[in-house]
């Protein structure tokens, strides 16, 4: 399954509001979907699985949603500490998957 | 605290030969399944291998099957990926991931060059 994340750079302010988008080319197995954050330099961190649960220790303003191949995650009032690239990811079927990222910048 | 330390990455010439290592901690190893997952420079992410608790299953992806091997130690907590007959397309930061398709917990990664 190719995954492709839109937009690849998202330029928004502290505060603001971030929808990324994470599209497959075909239906993904049991909404298995999931949302990676990484930071520069620091390995990715598990953000969102099952396309809509929140990983430990992630706070409520991330969310994501979405089923079959259309996918979203929101940032809803962006901190500092959440600019960063998020890269979506699909396990529902082998071989397991990963968009190219979306860079989101102040 | 779950930790997974890499180590073992450097630079390899092309045809060339690695063992990588995960030392894991703060969660009962032998009872999860693990994962490899690498990331070429300024690139997206690419799984590469997962082993099952007991080492009974071993999945790889097609282009990696044959030159990596992937194994464990429960009884060292340590997760190990031996890689083969190198090529300059493998040069890439080699992350242990707690999961078997979902990357749970990352280590800090290894990075592997390999370059003539």
């Known amino acids: 399954i190719v995954l492709t994340q839109s937009p690849a750079t998202l330029s928004l302010s502290p505060g603001e509001r971030a929808t990324l988008s994470c599209g497959a080319n075909?239906?993904?197995?049991?909404?298995?979907l999931a949302w990676y954050q990484q930071k520069p330099g620091l390995a990715p961190r598990l953000v969102i699985y099952d396309s809509s649960s929140r990983a430990t220790g992630i706070p409520d303003r991330f969310s994501g949603r979405g089923s079959g191949t259309d996918f979203t995650l929101t940032i809803t009032r962006l901190e500092a500490e959440d600019f960063a690239v998020y890269f979506c990811q699909q396990y529902g079927s082998a071989p397991l998957s990963f968009g190219g990222g979306t860079k989101v910048e102040i | 605290e779950v930790q997974l330390v890499e180590s073992g990455g450097g630079l390899v010439q092309p045809g060339g030969s690695l063992r990588l290592s995960c030392a894991a901690s703060g969660f009962t190893f032998s009872s999860f399944w693990m994962s490899w997952v690498r990331q070429a420079p300024g690139k997206g992410l690419e799984w590469v291998a997962n082993i099952k608790q007991d080492g009974s299953e071993k999945y790889y992806v097609a282009s990696m099957k044959g030159r990596f091997t992937i194994s464990r130690d429960n009884a060292k907590n340590s997760l190990y990926l031996q890689m083969d007959s190198l090529r300059v397309e493998d040069t890439a930061m080699y992350y242990c991931?707690?999961?078997?398709?979902?990357?749970?917990?990352w280590g800090q990664g290894t990075l592997v060059t390999v370059s003539s």
């Open positions: 075909q239906s993904v197995s049991n909404n298995y």
């Open positions: 991931a707690r999961g078997r398709v979902l990357a749970v917990n």
